[in-house]
């Protein structure tokens, strides 16, 4: 007798399907991820359930039962889908696939569960529970997938070989569950992967780019690059971030090794925020600095410039990996061209008008940017990374006076162009600008303050030193 797992059936949507399934001589189990995570304890909105033949019918009867409206079908995969409450219910019917080696393609054929269970990609999403009322609730485990569970093993049913060159993108799929489960990859399927690394450029840059941010989004995404590293699938598609990777030596100097410093403050990070696109900010932050490496025999190392040329970068990379090229990529671009400026703040004196610029810059973004560069403090002289983080919290203080005294950070000039013109009597030219430039540094600067009244009476200064003549009001 194996394990019955009826007491977490008790979802209405179960006890349904269970009776219809019965009722009509049915064949149909629950399957894979939801399985999965029942066994873990995480919980799971998404259901899958295959049907033995075709799954429309229980899908229609289901639906029907449970008063659901909108059922959508996709007649061609054989496959219905509604959502019930929270949860997304989506019904299949069970396939056998077979693989040519000329096609990227699967022939498709009805199968027994035993052929669907074989086509998933590992023992533990190979797991399905009966659902029909004799035997409710059983769990049918033909690869081991509960010991894998168990032992925190990811694993496939059959060759990892053909696995993996039948379907690449189950290379990254096998790192992203390691690393949000935080599971070992079986030392064979890990080999397949580097083996067949390469055939990972024939899946798109999207449905990688899905499980690249499942990795970036779990607890510790620094163990996803590592295996994606070391098992060169990273090199597919992200060359940039490879040629972090090693230090160079000369003169008995050598600087750090980019790519585990990188991983480091994305782990960092990590820990204060789950924004996708900060934890983005954090593996781009550096990613310049191969190519603005220099070697100095007075200085040793440097990276000039490496902050605004990353920044550069980064359109181009979010383009060419199919991410988003609205203001999300622009947030990313511009924590990356900041990201020394708070850090230059820590080690200099810190001066308000330097504060002020900061937050000018950064705007909205300053608790990020403050954020990303906390994260990005990381030596392995403790009492270094001590006394950088005390400053650093003496420049979070200044930001705050700073901020409440100027509120600068969204600056909107306290004198408009109209103004301006109005004043001296001006058409549109680049006196205009030229005034209204001079304003907005002053009050940067420290010299007037962020008011209308002071840059009214800066304007007129300004005024008489060019020899522009104040119109009077009539
Ligand atoms: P999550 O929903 O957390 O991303 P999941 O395991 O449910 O994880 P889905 O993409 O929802 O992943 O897929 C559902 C199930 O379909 C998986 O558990 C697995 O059994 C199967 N599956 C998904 N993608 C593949 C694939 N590329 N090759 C083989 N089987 C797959
Ligand atoms: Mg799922």
């Given at each position: 007798m194996?394990?019955?797992?009826?007491k977490?059936?008790?979802?209405?949507?179960?006890?349904?399907?269970?009776?219809?399934?019965?009722?009509?001589?049915?064949?149909?189990?629950?399957v894979?991820?939801?399985?999965?995570d029942?066994?873990?304890?995480?919980?799971s909105?998404?259901?899958?359930?295959?049907?033995?033949?075709?799954?429309?019918?229980?899908?229609?009867?289901c639906?029907?039962?449970?008063?659901?409206?909108?059922?959508?079908?996709f007649?061609?995969?054989g496959?219905?889908?509604?959502?019930y409450?929270?949860l997304?219910?989506?019904?299949?019917?069970?396939?056998?696939?077979s693989?040519?080696?000329?096609?990227?393609?699967?022939k498709?054929s009805t199968?027994t569960?035993?052929?669907?269970?074989?086509r998933?990609d590992?023992t533990?999403?190979?797991?399905?529970?009966?659902?029909?009322?004799e035997?409710?609730?059983e769990?049918?485990?033909?690869?081991?997938g509960?010991?894998?569970?168990?032992?925190?093993?990811?694993?496939?049913?059959?060759d990892?070989?053909?696995?993996?060159?039948?379907?690449?993108?189950?290379?990254?799929?096998?790192?992203?569950f390691a690393?949000?489960?935080?599971f070992?990859?079986?030392?064979?399927?890990?080999?397949?992967?580097?083996?067949?690394?390469?055939?990972?450029?024939?899946i798109?840059k999207e449905?990688?780019?899905?499980e690249?941010?499942?990795?970036?989004?779990?607890?510790?995404?620094?163990?996803?690059?590592k295996?994606?590293?070391?098992?060169?699938?990273?090199h597919?598609?992200?060359p940039?971030?490879?040629?972090?990777?090693?230090?160079?030596?000369?003169?008995g100097?050598?600087?750090k090794?980019?790519?585990?410093?990188t991983?480091?403050v994305?782990?960092?990070?990590?820990?204060?925020t789950?924004?996708?696109?900060?934890?983005?900010?954090?593996?781009?932050?550096?990613?310049?600095?191969?190519n603005?490496?220099r070697?100095?025999?007075?200085?040793?190392?440097?990276?000039?410039g490496?902050?605004?040329?990353?920044?550069?970068?980064?359109?181009?990379?979010?383009?060419?990996?199919?991410l988003?090229?609205?203001?999300k990529?622009?947030?990313?671009?511009?924590?990356?061209?900041?990201h020394?400026?708070?850090i230059?703040?820590?080690?200099?004196?810190?001066?308000d008008?330097a504060?002020?610029r900061?937050?000018?810059?950064?705007g909205?973004?300053?608790?990020?940017?403050?954020?990303?560069?906390?994260?990005?403090?990381?030596?392995?002289?403790?009492?270094?990374?001590?006394?950088?983080?005390?400053?650093?919290?003496?420049?979070?203080?200044?930001?705050?006076?700073v901020?409440?005294?100027d509120?600068?950070?969204?600056f909107?000039p306290p004198?408009?162009g109209?103004?301006v013109?109005?004043?001296?009597n001006?058409?549109?030219c680049?006196?205009?600008?030229?005034?209204?430039?001079?304003i907005?540094?002053?009050?940067?600067?420290?010299?007037i303050?962020?008011?209308?009244?002071?840059?009214?009476?800066?304007?007129?200064?300004?005024g008489?030193?060019?020899?522009?003549?104040?119109?009077?009001?009539?």
């Amino acid at each position: 007798m194996g394990t019955n797992l009826k007491k977490h059936l008790k979802h209405p949507v179960f006890k349904v399907a269970s009776q219809i399934v019965s009722e009509q001589g049915l064949e149909a189990y629950v399957v894979g991820g939801f399985v999965r995570d029942l066994m873990l304890g995480r919980p799971s909105k998404d259901i899958d359930i295959v049907v033995v033949g075709n799954g429309l019918e229980l899908a229609k009867a289901c639906a029907e039962k449970l008063r659901v409206k909108k059922v959508s079908f996709f007649d061609h995969f054989g496959t219905a889908h509604f959502i019930y409450k929270d949860l997304d219910i989506e019904f299949v019917g069970s396939r056998k696939e077979s693989y040519n080696e000329h096609s990227r393609n699967p022939k498709i054929s009805t199968g027994t569960l035993k052929d669907d269970q074989e086509r998933r990609d590992f023992t533990i999403n190979a797991l399905a529970i009966d659902l029909r009322q004799e035997n409710f609730g059983e769990l049918l485990d033909p690869f081991e997938g509960i010991g894998d569970l168990e032992k925190g093993i990811i694993r496939t049913p059959l060759d990892p070989e053909k696995t993996f060159s039948d379907d690449p993108l189950r290379m990254m799929r096998a790192i992203r569950f390691a690393t949000q489960l935080n599971f070992k990859i079986e030392i064979d399927c890990l080999n397949s992967i580097a083996n067949n690394a390469q055939r990972l450029n024939i899946i798109s840059k999207e449905r990688i780019m899905t499980e690249l941010n499942k990795i970036i989004l779990s607890d510790q995404p620094s163990r996803g690059f590592k295996l994606l590293m070391s098992t060169k699938l990273l090199h597919q598609f992200f060359p940039e971030l490879v040629k972090l990777y090693g230090i160079e030596k000369i003169n008995g100097k050598s600087h750090k090794d980019n790519f585990h410093h990188t991983l480091e403050v994305l782990d960092n990070i990590c820990e204060v925020t789950d924004n996708l696109w900060l934890r983005w900010s954090a593996i781009l932050h550096d990613i310049a600095k191969p190519n603005t490496k220099r070697f100095d025999d007075k200085v040793g190392w440097t990276f000039h410039g490496h902050e605004e040329l990353g920044a550069r970068m980064v359109p181009k990379i979010f383009k060419r990996l199919r991410l988003p090229l609205d203001n999300k990529m622009k947030y990313v671009q511009k924590l990356v061209r900041l990201h020394l400026r708070p850090i230059a703040l820590v080690k200099g004196n810190v001066t308000d008008s330097a504060v002020r610029r900061l937050l000018f810059e950064a705007g909205d973004d300053i608790e990020d940017l403050m954020k990303l560069c906390n994260a990005d403090i990381t030596s392995k002289n403790e009492f270094r990374v001590k006394r950088y983080k005390k400053n650093f919290e003496e420049v979070e203080r200044k930001l705050k006076t700073v901020e409440e005294k100027d509120r600068l950070r969204n600056f909107q000039p306290p004198i408009s162009g109209k103004e301006v013109m109005d004043t001296f009597n001006l058409e549109p030219c680049h006196t205009v600008g030229m005034i209204k430039n001079k304003i907005k540094e002053a009050i940067l600067e420290g010299e007037i303050e962020n008011n209308r009244d002071q840059a009214f009476n800066f304007m007129l200064e300004l005024g008489k030193e060019l020899g522009l003549i104040v119109k009077l009001k009539a």
